[in-house]
Each structure stands twice: as structure tokens, then as C-alpha cells.
């Protein structure tokens, strides 16, 4: 029998190290060639390495979690034949090819048991009184000047005192009651005496490891490197809206639903050219920045491991519907964990969107090494003047985050104006820019 050392091979694109996620042998296990022995992340995708031989795993290197180099001691296994044999440092590359699967779902604490409430103490005929529920939602107690006076020099909230007079009216022997701590005459318990709610103590504890480890790193890196800046104005889609509207009543079943994010990535496909410092990446080692023609459009993506960044490729190329069926097939790949490096990689600008949670302004993040982020925030209906009245409009945000090494101040506001323009006026969106 031979020793057989399988090295974690080379991933592509320059990617110097990987995450183990998951193990799917263990010591001891016989495994097939092909059989699959661990899930490994690099730059936010999950793949399955296979082992290249068959034989009996002998060791694993690497708990979930740990981050190994390329070219490093993966799997060591038990193989026919003599001698030592290493692999790893081939050409070949066995994860070409080879589709991404879901993270699995981390466990989570659960959180300690409720105390049980403390007894309510008993009244003397046996009863059990029950605790005092504040008058309903708009009905105010009512009580004489004088009684308010008192209730307030002893910090006596009236919602809580049952009134023994015409209609509820709260009297002076009301009070008396209350601070006697005797509750009211309906049997209620005092203010004072009320249970108190258990304290929460359950503390559980997620390991940051997967795709979350990935979204920190990364987030973390954006912040140390780029001087972001952020420009929000406010746009009228209220046309764009009954445009939307219209054509997918048009389209029906036979054309995949328009949301806002294909007119969006309409308008910077035409704004764009107009500020090619903006459709960029910023090299730092190199101190290069790097403009693109092509709009590779990145789609962040909320999945049930955390947020990814699909990219629709050469979205200038694609119109309304096609743009739509793109962010479809992506978004849904991402949500499956099933989009792989070459979906999840090379974007020269971010579209982020909270949908209807959008919120009135946010100040995203740059997706690192790209020089701006857009952020679609919340559509509301809301009364704005125009021509000196006051009409109901569908109004929305725009909130862009931009790299200022890279752009300045002058050039994120006209780049933002120039899309609004678009939104504001649709019909510019499907007219030929002049060359």
C-alpha cells in the first residue's frame, strides 16, 4: 500500500488561499474516485473537490472554518500500489467544471428558558386576582383637577387607577386605594405589585466562518482602503412607474415581470459613457485604475448565507426583458448557492436594493475593488409642489457611494443627475444616444 498526498490545488484567478466549509469524509472512510471529500469557499462560491483516486482516507487537514493555502496538505489517503505519491501542483485543475453547492446552515444556540413568573399572591377569598391592563387604546381617565394634581405629586399614572365613580370617574379614595397598594375594587393588583417581567440571560454564540467570514473580510477591506463619499437625491418615477405598469400588463405571462432594476440598469448603460471614471476598478498594489467599456452590472443579493454579488455580464447588450430574466437566473442561483466564480466575480459597478424595506437613504458600501455603488431605496407616494401645486407623486432615492480617489464630488453629482433625467423621462431610455 502507498501513501497518496493531495494537495488543495490551484483555484484560478489568482486566489492564494481557501475556506474549508465542510468535510464529508472522515479518517478511516473508503472513498471513490470522484467521491466528493470537502467543500472549500474562495471569493464568496462554494465548490465540491472530488478526491482523484480511490482508496482510504488516512487524514484530514483543516477543521470547517480554517483557511488553507494552495499547494498545502488537503487529504492523505491509502492507496494501492508503492511508494509516495503527491498531487496538487498539476496542470489539470479538478475543480473546472465542477458546480457550486449550498453552504450548510450553521447551528445556533438557543436561548435560555424563561424563569417562571413569581405566584400572584391570592386574594382572601381564594381567588386569583388578575393584573391591572391599561385602559384601552384612546379612552383617557377622567378625574377632577384636583385628583390629577395629587396623582401627579405621587408619580400615580391614571391609566392605572379603576375609577369608582359616575362613568369611571377616578375619585380621592381611588387614590387612597391605590397607594394603600390595596389595587382597585375589580380585585386588580397594584401598580407596585405587579410581577416582574424575567430577566433575559441566553447568550449564544454563531462562529463567523463561510460566506459570513467572506462578507466581513470584505466589508472590512472596503472601509480600510476606500475614502468613500455618499450623493442621495430624490427622483420622480411616478412615468416610469405607469410605464413599468403597462408593459408587464402587456407582456402577461409571456415575458418575465419588469421590477425597477432593469429601467436602473437601462439608465447607467447610457450614463456611463459619459463618465468612464465611474465604470471602473481601482488597483491599489498597482495604483491603476482600470475603465471599462462593457457594464458587467453586480446585483447584491440577499441569500440564507449572506449577501453575494451576482453579475449581469455586457448589460449593455441586453434590453428590458432580458435584462430582467438575467437578474432572475442569477438571483436565484446566489439564493441556491449554486452560482459559481464566474457569476460571482468581475463587476464594474453595484446595484443594491432593500425593496419595499429600502428605507429613505442609505450610504452603501462600495463592493471593493469597484468605485461606486448605487442604492435603490424605498418608492413612496408623497405630496410634492410642481408648477406652484401641491400634487401626490411616487417619489424614491437614489443613494451612491463613490470612491473619492477616484471620482470627485462634480462628477457623482452630474453622473447621478444624468440618471435621474433617464428615470424621469423614460422615454429617453429607449432612444439612440447621439454618437
Not at 278 to 292: E, K, L, M, P, T
Not at 397 to 422: E, Y
Request: charged share 20%; net charge negative.
Amino acid at each position: 500500500m502507498a501513501r497518496y498526498v493531495f494537495k488543495l490545488p490551484d483555484v484560478g484567478e489568482g486566489t492564494a488561499e481557501a475556506e474549508i466549509v465542510a468535510w464529508h469524509v472522515a479518517p478511516g472512510d473508503h472513498v471513490t474516485e470522484d467521491q466528493t471529500l470537502v467543500d472549500v469557499m474562495t471569493d464568496k462560491a462554494t465548490v465540491e473537490i472530488p478526491s482523484p483516486v480511490a482508496g482510504t482516507v488516512l487524514s484530514l487537514n483543516g477543521a470547517p472554518g480554517a483557511m488553507l493555502a494552495v499547494g498545502s496538505e488537503l487529504v492523505v489517503l491509502e492507496v494501492e500500489g508503492t511508494g509516495d505519491r503527491v498531487l496538487g501542483d498539476a496542470p489539470a485543475d479538478p475543480l473546472d467544471d465542477v458546480p457550486a453547492a449550498a453552504l450548510p446552515t450553521a447551528a445556533v444556540a438557543m436561548p435560555a428558558a424563561a424563569a417562571p413568573a413569581p405566584d400572584v399572591p391570592a386574594q382572601p377569598d381564594g381567588t386569583t386576582p388578575a393584573l391591572l391592563v391599561r385602559r384601552p387604546s384612546g379612552v383617557k381617565p377622567t378625574a377632577s383637577p384636583a385628583v390629577r394634581r395629587r396623582a401627579w405629586d405621587h408619580s400615580i399614572p391614571l391609566q392605572f387607577v379603576t375609577g369608582s365613580g359616575p362613568g369611571g370617574r377616578i375619585l380621592h379614595r381611588d387614590l387612597d386605594r391605590h397607594l394603600a397598594g390595596g389595587g382597585d375594587e375589580t380585585g386588580g393588583v397594584a401598580l407596585a405589585e405587579r410581577p416582574p417581567s424575567p430577566a433575559r440571560t441566553g447568550v449564544s454564540e454563531v462562529p463567523v466562518r463561510g460566506l459570513r467570514r467572506r462578507i466581513a473580510e470584505s466589508m472590512q477591506e472596503a472601509k480600510r482602503h476606500i475614502p468613500h463619499f455618499s450623493y442621495i437625491e430624490e427622483i420622480d418615477v411616478t412615468a416610469l412607474e405607469e410605464l413599468r405598469l403597462h408593459l408587464n400588463a402587456e407582456g402577461g405571462a409571456a415575458r418575465p415581470k419588469l421590477t425597477l432594476l432593469p429601467f436602473l440598469i437601462r439608465a447607467l448603460v447610457r450614463a456611463l459613457p459619459e463618465f468612464p471614471q465611474i465604470n471602473a476598478r481601482y488597483d491599489d498594489a498597482a495604483n491603476v485604475v482600470q475603465r471599462f467599456e462593457a457594464v458587467h452590472a453586480g446585483i447584491a443579493t440577499q441569500t440564507p448565507g449572506g449577501l453575494v454579488v451576482p453579475v449581469v455580464r455586457h448589460a449593455e447588450t441586453l434590453d428590458l426583458w432580458q435584462a430582467a430574466d438575467a437578474i432572475r437566473e442569477l438571483a436565484a442561483a446566489a439564493r441556491d448557492g449554486k452560482a459559481g466564480r464566474e457569476q460571482l466575480s468581475g463587476s464594474t459597478i453595484t446595484i443594491t436594493s432593500l425593496g419595499a424595506l429600502g428605507g429613505l437613504a442609505t450610504t452603501p458600501i462600495i463592493n471593493r475593488p469597484e468605485v461606486a455603488i448605487v442604492g435603490v431605496n424605498r418608492i413612496v407616494d408623497r405630496p410634492v409642489v410642481r408648477k406652484g401645486s401641491v400634487v401626490v407623486r411616487s417619489m424614491m432615492n437614489l443613494s451612491c457611494s463613490f470612491d473619492h480617489r477616484v471620482v470627485d464630488g462634480w462628477d457623482a453629482a452630474s453622473f447621478v443627475q444624468r440618471v435621474k433625467t433617464s428615470l424621469e423621462q423614460p422615454a429617453t431610455l429607449f432612444m439612440d444616444q447621439p454618437q
